[in-house]
């Protein structure tokens, strides 16, 4: 109903007015930020240090990957030389589905656990500060869902990511899904951010091309968005920006080289730079659309992200050519002093060439052409509320640009009329 509300407030007094002054209120809460271990042998280094602060039992949320692999052997070994028991939750899946959430609760209340480790990807992090948070307030987290719905902060978090893509290791959402309604769900709390984090590149040798491309494509929609939206900072400007040259430096050879460990260091803190960014200065459209196909066709998040990117940056148009000049020439896809123009056009060109040569697909299979409008509808309302975005779109232009992305049909031959 509040949602309801705001999103017809704003369209009948301005969006992008009730947008700047909500810009001006964020900048007044503070956000924590954890403090980072970097390098090789980073995970080791956390549990010497979770080890020495006394906690009875700490939970490892991971995913069974991860527990198969046994990429946290080194972690829970530090935590056994230093006498910290732990207990570990290895069923997370893609997208943080709510049930898993509400096991992982009764298994920190079962197991009296008084701390969290988060190791994984994206969803292992949300999943994590979800059952934090929930444990906490004893509340579910259908009931936790919106903006600062916890009385009580989340237990003590510390986080191992393992992908360099979503920035969750500094953010202050935790994204879930309700696999019932097929919709994802957002958590906001500046309590939300781990207190400490563990940039680990040797546990991200392992990941195979396609995943390294698709988190790679989504720290790098983290950083553009945040550059673009109407709360950008001087700060998350600064972060952004280096997130993208890092990016446009290191990604296709993290892809081609899994074993480089600099590639893969400096992607991992491209994916933080870029967390720092968005953390404050939000995203826009395409991660509304984004969260609509990964809610209705599974979609990963950051192939999600690549497939929408240079379509909402096109629609942005005039409103962020100045800025897309900018990226371009940090990119180094560009000159200073070309044209804005040009170096907006470049920029784009080279999201799509960055997108086609990691081999990530340019539309999306799955896509049904009569789920388009509801799909519109729920990412108008996501952007409307939520995004600082630097242009507003219609829910006719969000079909347009979602129907870009419907799958090739393969024409069929016309039967000849001639006579046999």
């Known amino acids: 109903m509040i949602s309801e509300l705001i999103g017809d407030l704003g369209r009948s007094v301005g969006l992008a007015g009730i947008m700047r002054v909500a810009g001006v209120l964020t900048r007044l809460v503070p956000i924590p930020q954890p403090t980072l271990l970097v390098g090789p042998g980073a995970s080791g280094r956390l549990g010497q240090a979770i080890a020495g602060f006394s906690h009875h039992k700490v939970l490892l949320v991971t995913d069974p990957l991860i527990a198969q692999l046994g990429l946290y052997q080194d972690l829970t070994h530090a935590?056994?030389?230093?006498?910290?028991?732990?207990?570990?939750?290895?069923e997370i899946t893609q997208d943080a589905p709510i049930p898993l959430i509400e096991q992982g609760v009764a298994l920190f209340k079962s197991e009296q656990c008084d701390a969290i480790i988060a190791m994984g990807g994206g969803s292992v992090m949300d999943a994590a500060k979800a059952i934090g948070l929930c444990a906490a307030n004893g509340k579910s987290p259908r009931?936790?869902?919106?903006?600062?719905?916890?009385r009580y902060p989340p237990v003590p978090l510390y986080a191992v990511p393992t992908t360099a893509g979503t920035g969750s290791e500094v953010s202050v959402v935790a994204v879930i899904s309700d696999p019932g309604e097929h919709k994802k769900l957002v958590m906001t709390d500046s309590r939300l951010v781990p207190r400490m984090a563990a940039l680990d590149p040797a546990l991200m040798t392992g990941l195979p091309p396609d995943i390294t491309a698709a988190t790679g494509m989504d720290a790098l929609t983290h950083a553009i968005?945040?550059?673009?939206?109407?709360?950008?900072?001087h700060y998350t400007d600064r972060m952004a920006l280096a997130a993208v040259a890092m990016v446009f430096g290191n990604l296709r050879t993290a892809c081609q080289h899994r074993q480089d460990l600099v590639?893969?260091?400096n992607m991992a803190l491209a994916a933080t730079y870029a967390g720092f960014a968005f953390t404050r200065a939000s995203v826009g459209y395409v991660h509304a659309i984004a969260h609509q196909l990964g809610a209705v066709y599974h979609t990963p998040h950051g192939l999600a992200n690549a497939l929408v990117l240079p379509h909402v940056l096109r629609f942005y148009g005039t409103s962020v050519q100045h800025k897309l000049a900018v990226l371009a020439v940090q990119a180094k896809v560009g000159t200073q002093g070309e044209p804005h123009e040009l170096l907006a056009k470049k920029f784009i060109?080279?999201?799509?060439?960055?997108?086609?040569?990691?081999g990530l697909p340019q539309r999306l299979a799955e896509l049904r052409k009569a789920d388009i409008p509801a799909l519109a509808k729920a990412a108008c309302r996501e952007a409307d509320i939520n995004y600082p975005v630097p242009r507003y779109m219609s829910e006719e232009d969000c079909e347009k640009l979602i129907s870009t992305l419907l799958p090739r049909t393969t024409a069929r031959p016309k039967k000849s009329s001639a006579p046999k």
């Open 349 to 358: 060109a080279s999201v799509e060439a960055l997108s086609h040569d990691l």
């Open 79 to 90: 935590l056994t030389l230093g006498g910290t028991p732990f207990v570990v939750f290895a």
């Open 225 to 233: 968005e945040a550059f673009l939206g109407q709360w950008s900072t």
């Open 263 to 265: 590639a893969r260091e």
């Open 143 to 150: 009931q936790l869902v919106g903006y600062f719905r916890g």
